[in-house]
């Protein structure tokens, strides 16, 4: 009782923007749990016509629902559900799970190295995106899997075997959703250049944890269950990953108008990243711009998708085309962003593209992990000369994009 009394007071000490965000964030769970807004109607088809199948079917057959099962996710959340509905007999306590994992997700929000303003901004903006709500609300497998994410992104032990447990808790994600591939990918990477003495034991661990992936593949014949074949399509990896980036950067745009006024230090660290982050742009720019038209989910697609489409139709250009000027403007945005501290930032993109690829590139998949890229910019010794205020406005806005431009999406 005195931890909540304490809490409760931090928040009511916070600034006046970070108590609107987190009054609007508690307004829109109110608003879902009376499906009054915008999350509910394809949350609900989705959780009817996929998530509720898939546990039922892991409910009847554990072992059997395998090889087949009525989601595309890989089955580890579904597995966990099912067992659940088999024991309890309820069909609400799929629900009671989620929202237990929700709970989870926003204290382990609450635990991150930041001032405690910077916490509850974090949360407000998760609370305030629909996708968030609606993924807990409606037992979305992507609960479980922002879960993990947070646990590996807000545990830095620098010890070996702390490296191992994160790489461990990654690799565990890939079995709640085929795309969180590239989060162990990267820790691997990240954790063999700073110790090579890591690499034997991180190589050990990563052919254990992928023998069950393995497995699954043979089963089904490909990346997903066999109904679910064309939803994962490494052909279609070049333009996801050059979509997500754009929009993921468009939350980084305030951060990027304060920066400008240092144009000199902007420039040096421009210089200083390595060649591999310009090849990177360089490579999956051209990807985006020999992509094909077929990434025009308008009603999925966010802010950025729309700004393409009402572009291609006025000038006459590809989507695809419309997408690359915006895009350049992005990958300034973010090397401006990794500059800041090359090694966590970095590992926070990757986070944050790991749980989005897919097909299908919704801008509502990016919300949730929007705020702790906000989060981890702000504790960057770069903006330290900026004023609190300003610190707080680079923040405080981007979570209010995510807001509006997740609630007119979905």
Not at 219 to 231: C, D, E, K, M, Q
Request: proline share 6%; charged share 10%.
């Amino acid at each position: 009782m005195s931890k909540l009394r304490g809490l409760s007071g931090r928040i009511f000490a916070a600034p006046a923007a970070v108590i609107a965000l987190l009054i609007a964030g508690v307004a829109g769970c109110l608003a879902t749990f009376l499906s009054l807004d915008g999350a509910n109607a394809q949350q609900l088809s989705d959780f009817q016509l996929f998530y509720f199948p898939a546990m039922q079917d892991f409910a009847a057959d554990p072992l059997g629902a395998f090889a087949d099962y009525s989601a595309a996710p890989t089955p580890l959340y579904y597995l966990l559900q099912g067992l659940v509905l088999k024991a309890t007999g309820w069909d609400a306590s799929v629900r009671i799970v989620s929202v237990c994992l929700g709970g989870i997700a926003i204290w382990l929000a609450l635990r991150f190295p930041a001032t405690q303003e910077r916490r509850l901004l974090v949360v407000a903006a998760m609370l305030i995106s629909p996708y968030f709500r609606g993924q807990v609300w409606y037992a979305n497998g992507d609960i479980l899997a922002l879960v993990l994410c947070l646990a590996v992104l807000s545990w830095t032990p620098a010890t070996r075997a702390g490296w191992l447990s994160r790489l461990g808790l990654a690799s565990l994600g890939v079995y709640v959703r085929q795309n969180f591939i590239f989060l162990p990918a990267y820790l691997f990477i990240e954790g063999g250049l700073a110790d090579r003495r890591r690499i034997l034991r991180g190589l050990i661990l990563a052919v254990l944890s992928g023998l069950p992936l393995l497995w699954l593949v043979s089963v089904w014949g490909g990346l997903a269950p066999p109904r679910f074949t064309g939803h994962l399509s490494p052909a279609d990896l070049p333009a996801t990953l050059s979509v997500g980036i754009t929009i993921t950067a468009v939350y980084l745009a305030p951060i990027v108008l304060l920066r400008l006024f240092q144009p000199q230090r902007l420039l040096q660290r421009l210089r200083a990243l390595p060649v591999p982050v310009h090849m990177f742009a360089i490579a999956s720019a051209l990807g985006l711009g020999l992509a094909a038209d077929g990434y025009d989910h308008v009603l999925g697609g966010g802010l950025v998708f729309l700004a393409a489409k009402a572009g291609s139709g006025l000038l006459g250009a590809p989507v695809a085309v419309m997408f690359i000027p915006a895009y350049f403007l992005s990958l300034y945005a973010l090397a401006v962003f990794i500059a800041a501290n090359p090694g966590r930032n970095t590992l926070i993109l990757a986070a944050t593209l790991s749980m989005s690829i897919s097909i299908h590139i919704y801008q509502r998949y990016f919300d949730p992990l929007i705020p702790l890229l906000l989060l981890f910019w702000a504790r960057s010794p770069e903006l330290l000369w900026l004023e609190r205020r300003s610190l707080l406005w680079t923040t405080a806005l981007p979570s209010l994009l995510i807001a509006v431009a997740a609630t007119i999406t979905h």
